[in-house]
T-cell receptor, first 113, second 114 residues
Framework: KNQVEQSPQSLIILEGKNCTLQ??????????LRWYKQDTGRGPVSLTI?????NTKSNGRYTATLDADTKQSSLHITASQLSDSASYIC????????????FGGGTRVLVKP | DAEITQSPRHKITETGRQVTLACHQT?????MFWYRQDLGHGLRLIHY???????NKGEVSDGYSVSRSNTEDLPLTLESAASSQTSVYFC?????????????FGPGTRLTVL
């Protein structure tokens, strides 16, 4: 069964600090991996998308990495801001299964001043 | 600006009633999707459509139906609402194949079935 596991489930960081979120997946075959940001009461918004051949991608202060061999990804937030408080969702797409996106349960990040 | 909207944003209904949630997008995307989001679960796919008159079942489609009569709209119907269908529902759209193209999500509808 395709699964996406994220850790930690939640974390609290101080404004200005960095943090790293983890994503492990067992989706096979693999097409691409995406990170979404979901603010409270809103729909998810795409941050990055990486295919098999990409091992890092940045979007402003967000940097995602992908190790397709170990089936792991991370999302690094640099110099966190209060507006980074949100849930971050890792989503993996299987290439041969129709419209099959497997969503992780998300990591809830709270940035405190 | 192009957008995707959902209505209503909040809905309370009773067990056994039929409920329809609306989704409207102005991106002119062919692909549209309905998901539900529950605590302890990631987003789960209910139904999806690749174009007008095309509909497909997702992993949690029991008790739900959709129809696609035009490009802009994909309404989700709960035939006979059950308490297990209390959830937050998200509609999304994408331009092409979802493997490489980003899905754009609506703001969600919070549905409570009493």
């Amino acid at each position: 069964k395709n699964q996406v596991e994220q850790s930690p489930q939640s974390l609290i960081i101080l404004e200005g600090k960095n943090c790293t979120l983890q994503c492990n997946y067992t989706v096979s075959p693999f097409s691409n991996l995406r990170w979404y940001k979901q603010d409270t009461g809103r729909g998810p918004v795409s941050l990055t998308i990486m295919t098999f051949s990409e091992n890092t991608k940045s979007n402003g202060r967000y940097t995602a990495t992908l190790d397709a061999d170990t089936k792991q990804s991370s999302l690094h937030i640099t110099a966190s801001q209060l507006s980074d408080s949100a849930s971050y969702i890792c989503v993996v797409s299987a290439s041969a299964a129709g419209n099959k996106l497997t969503f992780g349960g998300g990591t809830r990040v709270l940035v405190k001043p | 600006d192009a957008e995707i909207t959902q209505s209503p944003r909040h809905k309370i209904t009773e067990t056994g009633r039929q409920v329809t949630l609306a989704c409207h997008q102005t991106w002119n995307h062919n692909n549209m999707f309905w998901y539900r989001q529950d605590l302890g679960h990631g987003l789960r796919l209910i139904h999806y459509s690749y174009g007008v008159q095309d509909t497909n079942k997702g992993e949690v489609s029991d008790g739900y139906s959709v129809s696609r009569s035009n490009t802009e709209d994909l309404p989700l119907t709960l035939e006979s609402a059950a308490s297990s269908q209390t959830s937050v529902y998200f509609c999304a759209s994408s331009e092409e194949d979802s493997y490489t193209d980003t899905q754009y999500f609506g703001p969600g509808t919070r549905l409570t079935v009493l």
